[in-house]
Nanobody, 118 residues
Framework: VQLQASGGGSVQTGDSLKLSCAAT??????????LGWFRQAPGKGREFVAA????????HYADSVKGRFTISRDNVKKTMYLQMNSLKPEDTAIYYC??????????WGQGTQVTVSS
């Protein structure tokens, strides 16, 4: 699986951005297959943001983004999205998309920078 993230940018506090993650290669066919977004802020470790089960579409979020971010996917286009609203400076990070197959996140995209200024 190859993942290509896009959509990052520089915005002001309260603005919105929509990230995309296009998947190519191996298909997602297992109900447990999952795609997720992670982020890494300067000087910090990578943290989980949100994830979506490819089959059922069930989602889960980090507490820090609940109510502001929405993850979705388009099965036909094999693309995952992260709609980010009410952005805060603490959301500034490199955002990575990843795919979980066989119980672990083994495939990672290259990351896209999101910068939120106050």
């Amino acid at each position: 699986v190859q993942l290509q993230a896009s959509g990052g940018g520089s915005v002001q506090t309260g603005d919105s951005l929509k990230l995309s993650c296009a998947a190519t290669g191996r298909s997602f066919s297992n109900d447990d297959d999952e795609l997720g977004w992670f982020r890494q802020a300067p000087g910090k470790g990578r943290e989980f943001v949100a994830a979506i089960r490819w089959g059922a579409g069930s989602t889960h979020y980090a507490d820090s983004v609940k109510g502001r971010f929405t993850i979705s996917r388009d099965n036909v286009k094999k693309t995952m999205y992260l709609q980010m609203n009410s952005l805060k400076p603490e959301d500034t990070a490199i955002y990575y998309c990843a795919a979980k197959q066989g119980g672990m996140y083994g495939y990672w995209g290259q990351g896209t920078q999101v910068t939120v200024s106050s």
